[in-house]
Nanobody
Framework: QVQLVESGGGLVQAGGSLRLSCVAS????????MGWYRQAPGEQRELVAT???????NYADSVKGRFTISRDNNKSTVYLQMNSLKPEDTAVYYCWTRPLSIDYWGQGTQVTVSS
């Protein structure tokens, strides 16, 4: 059974940084794409960043140049380094993967950016 467990969220001032981590289990991590999505109150869940099994990355325009996604296949972990955070980055951040054509999500971690 696939499980995704996020950590690293919290409260930070605008301009600050946070690093999110997501540990995956129940699947062959190195074979699967991984990603981060976020959902703000009253908004739909949106893509933040993805990384393929080969390390190709994709970012939402709103985070390009500020966020970096990476993966450590030895630790079955995907990271999201978030720099120059803005109040509009405030949301619950979810880890994502898609083994066998089924979407899996973590429980989410809250990121709050104060102005």
């Amino acid at each position: 059974q696939v499980q995704l467990v996020e950590s690293g969220g919290g409260l930070v001032q605008a301009g600050g940084s946070l690093r999110l981590s997501c540990v995956a289990s129940g699947m062959i991590f190195s074979n699967r794409p991984m990603g981060w999505y976020r959902q703000a109150p009253g908004e739909q869940r949106e893509l933040v960043a993805t990384i393929t099994r080969g390390g190709i990355t994709n970012y939402a325009d709103s985070v390009k140049g500020r966020f970096t996604i990476s993966r450590d296949n030895n630790k079955s972990t995907v990271y999201l380094q978030m720099n120059s955070l803005k109040p509009e980055d405030t949301a619950v951040y979810y880890c994502w993967t898609r083994p066998l054509s089924i979407d899996y999500w973590g429980q989410g971690t809250q990121v709050t950016v104060s102005s």
